[in-house]
């Protein structure tokens, strides 16, 4: 059953989401196609802190952005199938993570695109011996029998990133309990202080993202050091390294000193017998 809208009631929804983005420093434009309306509703709540959802007609969503947010109307062009809008006071890498880390992991349909290479380890299975060896052989897979188990030979990649997973794959993958995608809210775009962000750039790996600045800090601190320029850091580093040479030359010039008196005093042995013997 179709329900209809009034024109007051789109009037009314207008103005609404008009209000809310007056509200907020940070716009989004998210999608929730084929998401599920648990973990719809789900994600709603854990992030209802932070995320403002407004949801209506694209024709709406379109004219409240023109008419409330006019400097971010280029968010407009990242509505598709599902797309929603989504106002927050998170800056927009972390409006992005706090939605990236409640996703959650999903089982693999025939015909959908595998979103990495999608790889099936060598090694023992919870899988009994029996039909399941004729369908891990249909998916391409080499395994065999061991004991009451399935074992699979060796590392088997069953789908190329980009490509669609077949239907032994799909079997295959469901029994073995892996689940390849993630499903969750997909942040397509963000307008934070004047600057769109579309969704794959704000993409990254935090944790190795972090690695890469620590790593970074080492070699900026090294070639400071080793290029004599003073700053809080490499300072105390330089009178550090300075101690340890001069303490190593130290050592250096006691131990030649140590070797020299032993030898002047081995040369007065040698000397004192031949005058004994010339008296």
Known sequence: MITMVTKQQKKDAVSKI???LKKYPVVAIASNASLPSRQYNLIKKKTRAHAKFDVARHTLLIRALEDGRPEAKQLTSYLSNGGLILL???PAFKLFQLFKQNKSKAQAKPGSIAPNDIVIP?????LAPGP????LKMAKIEARIKGPKVVIARDALVAKKGEPISEP???????LGIEP?????DIKAVWDSGTLYPGGLLDIDVEAFKQKLVQAH???VNVGVFAGIH?????????????REANALNRLVAGKQVVAVEKTAEANQAVEPAAESSS
């Open 18 to 20: 008009k209000a809310d």
């Open 169 to 175: 794959v799909a079997k295959i993958l469901s029994k």
């Open 122 to 126: 060598a090694g023992e299975t919870n």
């Open 88 to 90: 927050s006071d998170l």
């Open 218 to 220: 080492q070699q900026a």
């Open 231 to 243: 700053n809080s850091i490499t300072t105390p580093l330089m009178i550090q390294k300075a101690a």
């Open 132 to 135: 399941v060896l004729t369908e």
């Open 181 to 185: 995608f993630e499903i969750g809210l």
